[in-house]
């Protein structure tokens, strides 16, 4: 049965959203996803994203898939995808529409701002080593500036969960990563049992940061929104950047915030609509 989709990107990180409203599991399987997703005889994206009925008295609840068919439990680009296409759907202005949407890594709070992008309260990013989770250190400490073996070289990194897992390294130059040859050694690395995504981070000052990432079960991506979260959280925890910062990234900029009152981050950036069509 052909899917009716609608394709999104933020900052380059693309996602296909499909209106599950009508039932509380996903409409497709993991493997269609992969078929959706695959940029030569598909449609082309980094995931699809499920916009499915609230739990727990939220307003709606979002599933994600990876490229690979993997399923990771948030998505910061995509939560900015999944408000835009929501206010579409409910043919809403789109000027200041607030959401609660039940994600596998809790509450997620989108809210899109009258400049037609979308700022969204991602949590409280945890850092305990048993919660990321990641072997590096003992389970009940915070794994700040571990080092780990990785394609033959010492790597000192810092490890945050935005409900999905990040391990952040701080490089002088970011541009001579060989993202494609370590980014799967990170990955797979016997230190993170479930799997992990990868930021390298040249800061540039207090409040400005270059990124790059591999992410876990899609790869190279021009863009990650908790990844940019998780890098302000690792960038203060090791004295590095204030709590509000510029997060540049292959696709552009997001602005993240790691409020001192509430502990929350907060992440600004767009979503734009791309075109719609059947699969
Ligand atoms: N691109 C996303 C993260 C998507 C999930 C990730 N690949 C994982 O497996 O954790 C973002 O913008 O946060």
């Known amino acids: 049965m052909a899917i009716e989709f609608t394709k999104y990107h933020g900052l380059g990180n693309d996602f296909i959203l499909v209106d599950n409203r009508s039932t509380s599991t996903p409409v497709i399987t993991p493997e269609k996803a992969i078929a959706m997703c695959d940029r030569h005889f598909g449609i082309g994206a980094d995931g699809v994203i499920f916009a499915l009925p609230g739990e727990n008295d939220t ?29 579409d759907l409910e043919g809403t202005s789109r000027k200041s529409d607030k959401y609660s949407i039940h994600t596998l890594a809790g509450v997620m709070r989108p809210q899109l701002t009258f400049d037609g992008e979308v700022k969204v309260d991602m949590g409280e990013p945890r850092l305990l080593a048993g919660e990321i989770p990641t072997t590096l250190c003992p ?4 794994a700040v500036e571990q080092p780990i073996e990785v394609a033959g070289k010492t790597w000192e990194v810092t490890c945050v969960s935005m409900g999905n897992p990040h391990c952040i390294t701080f490089v002088d130059d970011v541009a001579a990563i060989k993202l ?26 207090r ?5 790059r990432v591999w992410e876990r079960g899609a790869g190279i991506t021009l863009a990650c929104g908790t990844g940019a979260c998780a890098a302000l959280v690792a960038a203060v925890l090791t004295g590095r950047c204030d709590r509000i910062a510029t997060v540049e990234l292959p696709g552009g900029p997001l602005e993240i915030e790691w409020s001192d009152i509430d502990q929350r981050v907060y992440m600004t950036g767009p979503a734009e609509r791309v075109f719609t069509g059947k699969f």
Request: contains cysteine; glycine residues 6%; aromatic residues 10%.
């Open 207 to 211: 409040d400005r940061m270059k990124m």
């Open 139 to 142: 389970p009940d400490q915070k």
């Open 180 to 205: 494609a040859e370590i980014g799967p050694q990170f990955e797979n690395h016997p230190a993170f049992p479930q799997k992990i995504n990868t930021e390298f981070i040249q800061v540039i000052s």
């Open 59 to 87: 307003d709606y609840t979002m599933r994600i898939f990876n490229s690979d068919g993997s399923e990771p439990e948030m998505c910061g680009n995509g939560i900015r995808c999944l408000a835009a296409f929501l206010a």
